[in-house]
């Protein structure tokens, strides 16, 4: 069995992954929030859900969840929502380090995420 990548093409597949649903809460999640486990899979739960959790057992970026489902980041929030709103996951937002030093700006962090995939 071929398995091919959730977003190849096919609309009817991501529109069954997200329920419907075409917007996440835009506030939860941006493309460097940290997500963190808080609790496992249960039985019967989604496929990708499942795999949201395994990923993140360590914190994890938003953007990096995406890459590594090879699922666009949109489909991803929604997923989030999903998991933030049961307690599954918790969501940092990283908007500085400790030491008053701010994060490099969303499309560095876009490139340097880029570059890594091409390696």
């Not at 795999?51 to 993140?56: E, G, T």
């Not at 929502?81 to 030491?99: K, M, V």
Request: with cysteine.
């Amino acid at each position: 069995m071929i398995r091919r990548p959730v977003d190849s093409g096919d609309p009817d597949r991501l529109y069954t992954v997200t329920g419907g649903r075409t917007r996440a809460d835009e506030q939860a999640f941006d493309l460097v929030t940290l997500i963190v486990r808080e609790s496992g899979p249960t039985p019967g739960m989604q496929s990708e859900l499942v795999r949201i959790l395994q990923l993140s057992e360590r914190p994890v970026a938003v953007v990096e969840l995406a890459s590594l489902l090879d699922l666009p980041v949109g489909v991803v929030k929604i997923l989030l929502c999903d998991l933030l709103d049961t307690g599954r996951i918790t969501a940092r937002h990283p908007q500085s380090s400790g030491r008053g030093r701010q994060l490099p700006p969303p499309e560095t962090l876009k490139k340097v995420l880029l570059a890594l995939q091409n390696l």
